[in-house]
């Protein structure tokens, strides 16, 4: 099972991942990170979705996401973990890369 990172490992981590950071809000005090991505039309942002989806199944490890129209909201963290790991780092970096391939 893969370990909860330390709160100064996972402050390294997000310095590799552009636009993620610790949630906010009301989501604030727990162990995650979180990113919104925006796209062109929805068409784009379910596009996105429906590849995060196929990479999340390979890795056996998901995200808690929101699709308003071309906005997607996704909050990532390990839950048999309680908290972020090297999955979630290594998912946010997957679904960073899609997004740059999504015109
Ligand atoms: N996704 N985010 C997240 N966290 C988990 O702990 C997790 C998951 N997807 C599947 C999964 N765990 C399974 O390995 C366990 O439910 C058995």
Redesign the pocket.
């Known amino acids: 099972m893969a370990e909860r990172l330390t709160a100064e490992a996972r402050k390294q981590a997000l310095g590799d991942i552009a636009g993620w950071t610790e949630v906010q809000g009301e989501l604030q005090g727990r162990d995650a990170i979180g990113k919104t991505f925006i796209f062109k039309d929805f068409n784009e942002a379910f596009g996105f979705m429906t590849r995060a989806a196929l990479i999340?199944e390979k890795m056996?490890?998901?995200?808690?996401w929101r699709n308003v129209y071309k906005t997607v909201e996704v909050v990532?963290?390990?839950?048999?973990?309680g908290g972020v790991t090297e999955?979630?780092i290594r998912l946010a970096k997957a679904m960073n890369a899609i997004a740059k391939l999504t015109p």
């Open positions: 999340a056996d490890h998901h995200p808690e990532l963290s390990t839950h048999d973990a999955l979630d």
